[in-house]
Nanobody
Framework: QVQLMESGGGLVQPGGSLRLSCVVS????????IGWFRQAPGKEREGVSC????????YYKRFVKGRFTISHDDAKNTVYLQMNDLKPEDTAVYYC??????????????????WGQGTQVTVSS
């Protein structure tokens, strides 16, 4: 069974940056699609970004494109989310997820079966 552990969240002022990390462990580690999602209070969980390990393809939701960057370190089995120019509306619990139903990137959280516990990101002055 695959386990995911996020870290790197915190409190940051608008315009600031954070880098989230998600370490993947367990067995098997043959995941391909791995994504970041977020959930703000009272809102549904939404996709943010996704990466396909086999070819490095990356995908972003429109509201983070140009500000967030997803990357993966195969040696460390770790996926990162570099978040720049953060806005108050980015405040949410951020989750990484893998084990996609169709093995493909997507932004529907129902399609991912393995999740981390989440890390809180708060953007406020």
């Amino acid at each position: 069974q695959v386990q995911l552990m996020e870290s790197g969240g915190g409190l940051v002022q608008p315009g600031g940056s954070l880098r989230l990390s998600c370490v993947v462990s367990g067995f098997p580690l043959d995941y391909d699609a791995i994504g970041w999602f977020r959930q703000a209070p009272g809102k549904e969980r939404e996709g943010v970004s996704c990466l396909m390990r086999r070819d490095g393809s990356t995908y972003y939701k429109r509201f983070v494109k140009g500000r967030f960057t997803i990357s993966h370190d195969d040696a460390k089995n770790t996926v990162y989310l570099q978040m720049n120019d953060l806005k108050p509306e980015d405040t949410a619990v951020y989750y990484c997820a893998t084990d996609a139903t169709w093995g493909q990137c997507g932004f529907n959280h129902h399609d991912f079966k393995s999740w981390g516990q989440g890390t809180q990101v708060t953007v406020s002055s």
